[in-house]
């Protein structure tokens, strides 16, 4: 089961997951994105036609009914795999007094109560099984304080530590719970098109998950988690073993690029309202 599955790093799960040989739920907002993907999917498996189930729920406003069907899927089909991939962050760095409440809102329950709700879901059947894989997709801003992110840097600290808590919780049962930790990556939230040394597409991203799955890398204060990416884990090591990653300096210079990010955002938008 991927959420968020219709774009980006979710999209690249789905595919690579199927050349595997994984037969798929993929949950996504958009119930058309969803039927090109699955297109898509049945397009590149030459040698094994994967078994693929599409549900359409806006997370933001996700309703019971939502979750009870996702339980029926996750029940019917026995779900060994989880990849909590849905996510939201601010559409432009913005200092949280000026964060409105509806965006305040949508990224706390996408990002943290459809993450752990999802996961409730999905949980019982592995431990009854004995066997299973919750893999959780984090950020650099939740182990960086991010001023002009605050509220999306502050839900993926708390999904950090969730994951930990619960990997902990389930050593031994057979379930295995790894929570990744990305930099920058091209994509419609990073809004970065072009891929670089230190910025991989997702197919290169999502590539260098799979290939660590179950290996141990990354901060050091959350031995579950992992920084698959070679430029993302050296970027990470380096700020780790010099300044700190919560160190002052640290965070001033990330708030300093996200006031020069927004007034950059700013001045494009008043730019447009000329135009227009």
């Known amino acids: 089961m991927i959420t968020g599955a219709s774009d980006g790093i979710?999209?690249?799960?789905?595919l690579q997951l199927a050349k595997k040989g994984y037969n798929l739920i993929l949950v996504s907002r958009t119930q058309s994105k969803l039927d090109v993907l699955a297109l898509e999917i049945e397009a590149e498996s030459r040698y094994y036609k994967p078994e693929v189930r599409t549900l359409a729920v806006d997370f933001a406003k996700a309703s019971e009914a939502d979750y009870d069907k996702m339980a029926a899927l996750a029940n019917e089909l026995e779900v060994g795999?989880?990849?909590n991939?849905?996510?939201?962050s601010h559409s432009c760095p913005v200092p949280f007094a000026l964060t409105e409440k509806e965006v305040i809102k949508d990224?706390?329950?996408i990002n943290c109560h459809a993450t752990l709700r999802v996961t409730s879901l999905v949980l019982p059947g592995m431990l009854k099984r004995k066997r299973g894989l919750v893999l959780t997709l984090g950020s650099f801003g939740g182990l960086i304080p991010s001023p002009l992110l605050a509220t999306y840097s502050g839900s993926k600290a708390f999904l950090q530590h969730w994951s930990a808590a619960?990997?902990?919780e389930l050593e031994g049962s057979g379930v295995d719970v790894q929570f990744v930790v990305p930099y920058l990556i091209t994509s419609a939230m990073s809004k970065i098109s072009r891929p670089s040394f230190f910025i991989p597409t997702p197919k290169a991203f999502v590539t260098s998950v799979l290939d660590k799955i179950g290996n141990a890398g990354g901060s050091g204060h959350y031995p579950w988690s992992c920084t698959p990416y070679h430029s993302h884990a050296l970027i990470q090591w380096t700020i780790e073993n010099t300044l700190g990653l919560g160190s002052k300096t640290v965070i001033r210079y990330i708030r300093n690029m996200h006031h020069t990010i927004r007034a950059r955002a700013l001045r494009k938008a008043a730019r447009n309202a000329k135009i227009m």
């Open 81 to 83: 795999i989880l990849v």
């Open 166 to 168: 619960v990997a902990s």
């Open 10 to 14: 979710g999209k690249e799960f789905a």
């Open 85 to 88: 991939n849905v996510g939201l």
């Open 107 to 109: 990224i706390i329950e």
